[in-house]
C-alpha cells in the first residue's frame, strides 16, 4: 500500500511540474505574440517614415514643408522636418533591435522549458519502469518456485 501510494504521490509531483512548466511556455507564448505584434507595427512606422525620407530626399530647399498640429497645418522648416524624420528612424530602428532581441530571450526561455519538459517526462518513464520492475521482482519474503 506504501509503494502504491508513493507512486500516487510521484505522479502527482510529475504532474504538477508538468503543469508548471507548460503553464509557463503559455505565458512566455503570449507575451511573444505581444513583442511580434509591437515589431510588425514598429515596422510599418518605419517604412512610412522611409518613405517620407525619400520624399523629402527628391524636394529642393526651397519646398514649403507642412505639419499637422492637431486641427491646423503649421508651416515647417524642410531642414527641420528632415531631422525630425530622421530621428525618428533611428528611434525606430532600436526599437525594433530591441523588440528583436526580446523575442530571442523569449524564444530561448522556451527552448529551455521544452527541455525541462522533456526531462520531466523522461524522469516520469523511469520511475514507471523501476516501479513496474519492483512489482515484478520478488521479495525477499516470496519464494520463487
Known amino acids: 500500500i506504501s509503494q502504491a501510494s508513493m507512486s500516487v504521490t510521484n505522479q502527482q509531483e510529475f504532474q504538477q511540474k508538468l503543469d508548471r512548466d507548460l503553464s509557463e511556455i503559455k ?3 503570449i507575451e511573444m505574440q505581444k513583442l511580434m ?3 510588425q507595427a514598429l515596422a510599418e512606422k518605419k517604412h512610412e517614415n522611409e518613405l ?3 520624399e523629402f530626399n527628391l524636394m529642393d530647399e526651397t519646398a514649403v514643408v507642412f505639419k499637422l ?3 491646423i ?3 515647417q522648416d524642410v ?3 528632415k531631422s525630425n524624420v530622421e530621428k525618428r528612424l533611428e528611434y525606430l ?7 528583436s532581441t526580446l523575442m530571442k530571450d523569449f524564444e530561448k526561455k522556451m527552448e529551455d522549458k521544452r527541455l525541462s519538459i522533456m526531462k520531466i517526462q523522461e524522469s516520469y518513464k523511469k520511475a514507471v519502469a523501476m516501479a513496474q520492475a519492483q512489482a515484478q521482482s520478488p521479495t525477499p519474503n516470496q ?3
Open 52 to 54: 517620407v525620407q525619400s
Open 79 to 81: 531642414a527641420e522636418a
Open 143 to 145: 519464494k520463487v518456485i
Open 37 to 39: 505584434q509591437a515589431k
Open 93 to 99: 530602428e532600436k526599437e525594433i533591435a530591441r523588440v
Open 73 to 75: 497645418l503649421a508651416k
Open 69 to 71: 498640429v492637431g486641427p
Open 27 to 29: 505565458k512566455i507564448q
